[in-house]
């Protein structure tokens, strides 16, 4: 017997919750159902795909591999049946784009609106994801382009740089306070408000290497996974931060942007795509976002 689809499916949402019963609920379906269609899947594959005992279920090493194989294989078939029902609606094409909120004032919108005057048969959706959350995504050929923060990507993807910019000082407004511009050494202790680590390892470092730059030394207190929540807490008073001069243009009030001494570390941005697997005018796309840096 060959497997189907819905095999494939009813075992991924197992491999997620590990537990037959959790399983089932997702798939709005009963126990007994769900465990006999695992048995048909691992006697087409004549294998082991899950352990399973008093305390719940485990994934066998095979498992593990065709759990990885099995979500790559559905992607590429939702992919097929979305860009076959775009060509009945008259859509040739459909560009997925990651992207990191902060975007949004480093002009892509309006690149983006001029692009698609000029491809009306084209189709662009964004996808609001972190760095590392695009290149994951970007690997499951889930997004066709990205936007990320780390030049360290895998190998099998191509990228250019986008954009590069200074860090700008961010601190609060408070009322009476003086209008000169805030000086530095005024927040070598102060509670540094910072991306997180697992958002952006890249950032969280970079942020730090700037701060030891600039002769700062301030405790770590918040660490959030978007840069307008950054801002957001320094408008609140909970500390201080060092941000991308993009941010300038958030539009939050409660805050004040100071240009601080320059230094090599700057904010950059890279275009990341699989030049493989990419849609054939995203080779158009890539090249107009990259002569309009």
């Not at 306070?177 to 202790?189: D, G, K, V």
Request: proline letters at 6%; aromatic letters at 8%.
């Amino acid at each position: 017997m060959a497997f189907e689809l819905r095999h494939l499916r009813y075992f991924l949402v197992l491999a997620d919750e590990l537990h037959f019963g959790r399983a089932a609920k997702r798939l709005h379906m009963s126990q007994p159902p769900l465990s006999f269609n695992i048995k048909q899947l691992e006697g087409a594959l004549g294998l082991k795909l899950l352990e399973r005992n008093s305390r719940g279920v485990k994934l066998t090493p095979a498992g593990e591999s065709f759990r990885r194989s099995a979500q790559q294989v559905l992607a590429e078939v939702d992919t097929a049946a979305r860009r076959a029902r775009d060509v009945a609606a008259g859509v040739t094409v459909r560009v997925r784009i990651g992207f990191v909120g902060s975007m949004l004032f480093r002009r892509l919108p309006e690149q983006l609106g001029r692009f698609n005057a000029s491809h009306p048969q084209v189709q662009t959706e964004l996808v609001e994801l972190n760095s590392a959350e695009q290149l994951e995504a970007l690997a499951r050929a889930q997004i066709d382009l990205g936007f990320v923060h780390t030049p360290r990507v895998p190998a099998d993807l191509n990228k250019a740089l986008y954009m590069t910019e200074p860090f700008v000082l961010c601190t609060p407004t408070r009322a009476g306070a003086a209008r000169r511009a805030p000086r530095l050494e005024h927040f070598s202790r102060e509670p540094l408000v910072l991306f997180s680590r697992g958002a952006s390892p890249d950032y969280y470092e970079r942020v730090l290497s700037l701060c030891a730059q600039l002769g700062l030394d301030p405790p770590v207190r918040h660490e959030v996974r978007h840069w307008l929540s950054v801002v957001a807490l320094v408008s609140k008073g909970m500390g201080y931060a060092l941000v991308p001069k993009a941010l300038t243009e958030s539009g939050l009030s409660g805050v004040r942007f100071t240009a601080i001494p320059e230094t090599p570390i700057r904010s950059d941005v890279y275009m990341v795509w699989n030049e493989r697997k990419m849609p054939p005018v995203l080779g158009e796309l890539v090249a107009m976002l990259h002569s309009s840096r």
